[in-house]
Structure formats: C-alpha cells, structure tokens
C-alpha cells in the first residue's frame, strides 16, 4: 500500500494518503489541492484518478494505480472519457459557460469505470459567478462524481466551497529531488550534470521548484532562450554594480527585447536577481531565486551598497510598470538607467 502512486514523487504523505483513500474507496468527492505552480498539483491529481478508476484497485498486493490496466494507460495517454480537466484556456479567469458545461455533463454516467472525475485547473481564479454556480454543483453531487480543484490560493475560494472540500497542500521538491529525478528520467539531463555542470546548476535554478518545468528546459529549443536571457541579465546587474559607463550600460540595456511580453520576462527576472543580492546583504544562507552560483553572488553582493540596489530595484519595478502602461520601449528602459544613476 505504501507504493501507491509512486508515478507522483515528492509529497509522500499525501500520496500515501490518497491512495490509500482511493482504494478503501473513501476518496472524498471533491478536495482543494493547493499548492505554488509546479508543485505536482496535475500529476497527484491524474494519479489518484487513476487510482479511483484502476482495474486492480481491489487486488491488494498491487500498487495503485497499477498504470498498466486499460483505464490506467488511457488516463496516461490523456484518453480516459472520464477524466475531465476543466481550464480557462486563454482567458485571465474561469468563467460562468465552464461550469454551465460542467453542470449538465456531471448528470451523464461514466463510460468506463464506476468513477467520472473533473479536474478544475486554476479553480481560485472562476468568477465569482461561476464559484457560486459551482457551488450548486458541489452540494449534491452524484455518486460517482469527484472534483479536483487546483489552486495556488484557497483562499480565494467561497467560504462556502472550502467547507465541502478537504484542502491537500502540495509542497515544492527540494533542487536534491528534482535534481535525481531529472537524471534518471532524461539522460539529457545526466549528460548536461557531467559536461557543463553551471549551465545544469543554472536550469535547476531557472525551473523554480518545478519539475514540470525542469523536464521542458531539456529541450535545446525551450532553453535557449532563456539561458539567453539569465546570461544577459547577469551581465547587465554585473555591469550596473560595476558602474561600468554609459556607452556599455546603454548596451547592454538596448539588448533586451524590444517587444513588450519578452521585455517584461527580463525585468523580471533582473528584479529577481537584484532581490537576491539585497537578500545575501542579511545572510549568505538566503534562498535565491535567480543566482545558481552563490559564491559568485555573495561575491557581486558585497560589491554594491544595499542603497544602490534599492535604488536599483525600483527602477526596474518601475520599468515593468512603465511597460505594462505601454509606454515607448527605448524610453522606458533609458529611463530605468537614469533612475538608477547608471548612466
Ligand atoms: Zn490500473
């Protein structure tokens, strides 16, 4: 039993748990998993579907879900009927005609199995229209109705939701864990580790706690550019707290892209990178955020005055700001060097 759902890695506790819920068939009919993005929110999710739906869940020498009956591969293969997942596409929040869907389509039986599951993505971001509507939904249930809601924050949630559903907090993986993961999933991963091993400590630092995103950097064509990216945006912060002159300031900044969505990704992370430094000023054990090589940071850190990369700071925060209000690129970032006193 301790094996269930071992397809999910990290948040032991609360795979044993489901698994073993889901077996005892005792699996609530809807649960909160809350948790920051990358934590496995999807994955325990889709595993203890699979669990809920497996063709062995009664043989109680086998893990579940066993992953190799009929509905474990389909649910794998994103082709279980009754898996729903439920998103807000491209839209900023999920809306009313989402849950109208999920109203009526409750009310159908499962194909498949005895089990009908749908996973609401981002579930802290329905309108408040759609919550209320949902709501209706949750309180009678049929039977073999169970809800995944997944949401950074609950507590965006109706009072009245979070009353009817258990919430399960995932927790990000340490860089040890995605580290060995990453390595024994994708021999790409092993083979960066041992032929450039800063580039590799860089990745792990660029995915955050995701292991999701990790295993998408290992594609040549998805890391590139954001190595592109770490690299000019440590050069640029070098070059700042260096004061390294205008001619070279003005550079560097006239590197970054002239479009506006990329733009903002480098602000952001030159904002990440400055509030590492002013972090490492109160202690050389901080978490960073940007840095991979804290050697190398706590060395830049010392270099500049927790003054100046305030200063600093806010003139980017403001340049993000000043990009999102449209205003005219070239401006914006020779704005940021003059607030900043680099030029
Ligand atoms: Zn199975």
Known sequence: MKQALTAIIGNEALRTRFGEDARLGRFPHACILEGAKGTGKQTIAKMTAAALVCERKNDAD???????????????????????????????????????????????????????????????????????????????PPSYVHFFLLC??????????????????????????????????????????????????????????????????????????????????????????????????????????QKRDPLEDYLLSAADAVRDLMLLKKSDLSPLSFYSNRAEASELSDRASLLFLDQLLRAILQAIEDNHKNANIRLCLLHLATSAELI
């Open 62 to 140: 086998t893990p579940i879900p066993c992953l190799t009956c009929r509905n474990c591969r389909k649910i794998l293969e994103g082709k279980f009927p009754d898996l729903i997942v439920i998103n807000r596409e491209d839209k900023a929040t999920l809306g009313i005609d989402a849950i109208r869907f999920l109203k009526e389509d409750v009310h159908i039986v499962p194909n498949d199995s005895d089990a009908k599951i749908y996973v609401i993505e981002d579930a802290d971001l329905m309108t408040p229209q759609a919550q209320n509507a949902f709501l209706l939904t949750l309180e009678e």
């Open 152 to 257: 950074e924050h609950a507590e965006l949630l109706l009072e009245t939701i979070r009353s009817r559903a258990p919430i399960f907090r995932t927790e990000p993986l340490s860089s040890e864990q995605i580290d060995n993961y990453l390595c024994e999933k994708d021999s790409r991963a092993a083979e960066m580790k041992r032929l450039s091993p800063s580039e590799y400590a860089d990745l792990l630092s660029a995915s955050g706690a995701g292991i999701g995103q990790a295993l998408s950097y290992l594609e040549p064509k998805v890391w590139a550019p954001i190595r592109a990216r770490r690299a000019l945006v440590r050069e640029l912060i070098t070059a700042a707290i260096d004061r390294e002159g205008a001619k070279n300031i003005l550079t560097l900044l006239f590197k970054l892209p």
